[in-house]
């Protein structure tokens, strides 16, 4: 409470009491701010991803087949500051798009894997890339239609950002689907 040891030894037992109780008070307050803020944060990442969902659906009204992909991440090991596993997932690309996205360990924890989808290739990259034209491919997985009308399964290894050979995603499953503008959900 901002007092040194000599203050504190002069403290009669009850002020010493007192002390402590207002100290679990403040940590209490402190605890219950944090997980305010946390509730907040999460709340605010949800209605975010809703909106996306819904301006991805207003425009694929108008698109045809493959115009989205979805990907779905199954299983495989991320480096989240060691490798552990990810919480499976599922994105939406549409034709064209370069997107972040972020895969979880069950505790939270995220790791950045950027995605591009051009008709009859994904690409999934450790490091950001602005066009299709200036992606590394030391540093990213690409993956080809061969089947993506009725889906299909690859395993994938995404090579690290700063080191290819420490990969930043591995043993991944990854299952790609082309779509119909109906099925974008």
Known sequence: MGMSEDEWEHLSPEQKLEMRRQQAELRAREQQERLRAETEKTRIAAELEKARLQTWRE???GMGYG???RVNFLSGEGDF???GPIVPDSFLLPI????KLRLRNRDG???ALWA???PGKLILCSESFASYSDYDPRHCAILL???WEQGEEYHVEVPGRWDPDQALLRKAVVRVKALKAKNCR
Not at 96 to 99: F, V
């Open 59 to 61: 425009l694929a009204s």
């Open 67 to 69: 115009e989205f992909i």
């Open 96 to 99: 064209g798009g370069l997107e």
């Open 109 to 111: 924890d995220e790791l």
């Open 116 to 118: 591009g989808y051009q």
């Open 81 to 83: 500051h060691g490798y």
């Open 145 to 147: 239609d061969n089947w």
